[in-house]
């Protein structure tokens, strides 16, 4: 569930007193909070803002002079950080003066950046042979972009329902023409031989759950391709562990089901895994968009283990499925603050 690189034109806002350091001023960039110098900007100003996790080139790093400020081996990584206590992400730069860029300008490959990608998990060995009749029809989940730095696609006149974003690997399993699949992100993965190996398997361990194939097989019989999509989750898969420590096996919560090339509605998706008792996602809030709220929900414990320690963050999608000219499907991930700025490892997988 990757996103794009975004390094958009900005205006500051909200631009007010560092309480803890007279050389430095707080202000707001789309949905983030930022530490600037004093003086350095004023509400109302524009900017070109690089967010966390945004890698710079070396020769814009020196221009800007922030090359000590970057993370990463090769210090070209945009930081989150606390600035004399409070929370700064990103960094801010004043539009070229030969550029005429308007509000929203993507300046991502005027500076050549990249995104940054965790590293990618060691590959298991069960990655299966593209199939013809197979793949093209078991789709990869969609991309999921940032709300913080896309702050329009939702208003408050949208209603829709936010659920905790767990912090594990997406796994996606099902059915096309009556064939039994499951995969990453990216990959489908070889079936395991025995049951000792399917409850190894980070991506086809789903399958154990009984409900999981009870809702599965009813589906099935009046539609020739269906996937489910959830997170596999445990210490064995991330920094998170929400109970489930290294070794300890594997969680699994379904978030979203699609029926024959159509995702179905929350309202749908929810009454189905309710009575097949397929466990799903926590759902924090259902109701009109409200952004600053939807920026309180990012923080918090997670209710995976009720208390346990801190949840990643939440996902936002509309009620009923809509698509956005900017994104596609109206679905958007609020990482948490105290998460971004705590040093848990993260992996990618393919």
């Known amino acids: 569930m990757s996103s794009s690189c975004i390094v958009p034109v900005v205006e500051i806002k909200n631009v007010r007193v560092h309480t803890n350091a007279d050389k430095l001023e707080v202000c ?31 020769k814009w790093a020196e221009k800007f002079n922030v090359l000590n400020f970057l993370r990463g081996k090769d210090k070209d990584r945009v930081g989150k950080i606390k600035l004399r206590g409070e929370p700064s992400f990103g960094l801010i730069v004043p539009v070229p003066p030969d550029q005429n860029w308007e509000l929203g300008y993507n300046a991502a490959d005027y500076f050549e950046c990249k995104k940054y990608e965790p590293p990618i998990r060691p590959d ?30 939702f208003s408050e006149k949208d209603n ?42 980070i991506y086809w361990s789903p399958w154990n759950l009984l409900a999981v194939q009870k809702l599965m097989n009813f589906l099935k019989r009046e539609h020739n391709v269906v996937i489910m999509y959830g997170e596999v989750y445990g210490g064995s898969i991330q920094s ?47 109701g009109p968009f409200i952004y600053k709220d939807i920026l309180q929900m990012a923080d918090g414990k997670t209710l995976v ?23 596609g499907r109206s679905i958007l991930k609020y990482i948490g603050t105290e998460y971004s700025l705590a040093n848990n490892s993260d992996f990618k997988d393919v």
């Open 28 to 58: 707001d960039v789309l949905g983030y909070q930022m530490c600037i110098g004093k003086g350095q900007y004023k509400d109302g100003d524009r900017g070109v803002y690089f967010p966390a996790d945004v890698l710079i080139p070396k």
């Open 124 to 153: 298991c060995g069960d990655a299966e042979k593209y199939d013809s009749e197979i793949d093209p029809l078991f789709d990869k989940y969609c991309d999921i972009e940032n709300g913080r730095i896309f702050t329009d696609v």
């Open 160 to 201: 829709v329902i936010v659920t905790e974003k767990i912090h594990g690997t997406n796994c996606r399993i099902g059915f096309v023409n009556n064939i039994q699949v499951a995969g990453s992100m990216e990959l489908r993965r070889k079936k395991p031989e025995n049951q000792d190996d399917m409850e190894r398997s």
């Open 240 to 286: 998170l562990d929400y109970g489930r420590p290294k070794g300890k096996g594997f969680g699994y919560k379904a978030f979203d089901l699609k029926v024959d090339g159509k995702f179905l509605d929350w309202l749908e998706f929810n009454s189905i895994c309710c009575e097949y008792e397929v466990s799903t996602v926590p759902l924090i809030y259902q």
């Open 305 to 327: 283990q009720k208390d346990l320690h801190m949840r990643e963050g939440v996902v936002v999608k509309s009620t009923k499925e809509k698509i956005h000219p900017k994104i």
